[in-house]
């Protein structure tokens, strides 16, 4: 053993390094993920399938789906509630995917964080390959209603979640999607999150956002929504009112761009969203325009969260202009 460590040492290989490339791990090393002693850039996607005239998630187009995910290069999905059926699980690793696994805060007692069931769900799967992150919560921080009118309690239980995940899962990473930019107080407070994840609507430019992260951090971050939908409440001089998928393309072609331009800081993006969700602004059979998202004042290029139209796929799965655009940024980014 005293001899190969020296052999690896001549090598100019550290041990830390050497840890890192144990098959399948998943560590942190500054401001960045490992995975398999390489850093890991999140190309990825939010995949909520809800299939037209439902109003609940279903994986019974998952061969298909994945098989679109690789086409457009796509490496890691986030998902919003756990994924229960294993051979999804398996589906999805076979296809050279990862998974941001996350678990809501109230449930009914469905794998959620107020329950305390979320930790058998990462008992039950902590050792399947297709896991890359376990994530608490979805911009929580826009919902005090939901925690007493105190947004402390969330941040007690976020914090309690991720060090209970810790004391039986130390080869994922334990993040959290907020809704925009932290302050230095709840970094503090919620020191068990290895990486964090933001909500970030800011137009067709989220530049700022990494200087003002690096400013108060050197944990990994990423963006865990951006995106643009594909419906114009209202023209503007350069896009027409209605179904407009150029306006969403170019939007996605700037946010991108900018975001791998930052890969120092940044660990990726998981654009928002694989397909559109009939159910989300009125009748389930009809896409309709509309819909409602906090904060989302930022949405290009008009300011509107229409809710049906964010997929870079329609519900059908006939591809979009962005789809495209995905595709060919993905491609670019190793």
């Not at 996350?102 to 964080?113: A, W």
């Not at 067709?204 to 971050?221: G, L, R, T, V, Y």
């Not at 940044?266 to 389930?284: I, P, Q, R, Y």
Request: charged letters at 20%; hydrophobic letters at 40%; proline letters at 3%.
């Amino acid at each position: 053993m005293i001899r190969l460590i020296k052999l690896i040492l001549l090598a100019g290989i550290s041990l830390l390094s050497l840890e890192n490339t144990i098959a399948g791990d998943i560590n942190i090393s500054g401001s960045h993920i490992i995975l398999d002693g390489e850093k890991f850039i999140i190309k990825g996607i939010c995949y909520n399938p809800v299939e037209k005239g439902q109003d609940k998630r279903s994986f019974s187009n998952i061969d298909e789906d994945l098989k679109i995910m690789n086409q457009a290069n796509i490496n890691t999905i986030r998902v919003y509630s756990p994924i229960t059926d294993i051979k999804v699980l398996d589906k999805i690793n076979d296809a050279g995917i990862k998974v941001i696994m996350s678990f809501g805060y109230n449930q009914n007692g469905n794998y959620d964080i107020l329950s305390g069931t979320f930790i058998n769900y990462v008992k039950k799967y902590k050792d399947h390959e297709a896991i890359l992150m376990w994530e608490l919560g979805n911009e929580y921080n826009y919902h005090p209603e939901w925690f007493n009118g105190n947004i402390q309690n969330w941040y007690t239980a976020l914090n309690n979640g991720a060090k209970m995940i810790k004391e039986i899962d130390l080869n994922h990473p334990v993040t959290t999607a907020h809704g925009e930019l932290p302050d230095i107080d709840l970094l503090e407070m919620c020191d068990q999150i290895d990486v964090w994840g933001m909500n970030v609507y800011r137009w067709d430019n989220p530049e700022e956002i990494f200087a003002q992260w690096s400013a108060i951090s050197s944990k990994p971050m990423y963006l865990s929504e951006a995106g643009a939908d594909s419906y114009m409440v209202s023209a503007t001089e350069k896009y027409k009112a209605g179904e407009n998928q150029q306006a969403q393309a170019d939007a996605v072609n700037n946010i991108l761009e900018i975001i791998f331009n930052h890969k120092d800081v940044c660990s990726g993006v998981a654009l928002f969203a694989f397909t559109d969700e009939l159910w989300k602004a009125g009748n389930n059979d009809v896409q309709d325009k509309g819909g409602w998202a906090p904060n989302s004042s930022g949405v290009p290029y008009d300011g509107a969260p229409n809710e049906e139209y964010w997929g870079i796929l329609d519900v059908h799965r006939n591809k979009k202009l962005a789809f495209e655009v995905v595709k060919s940024k993905y491609k670019t980014i190793p």
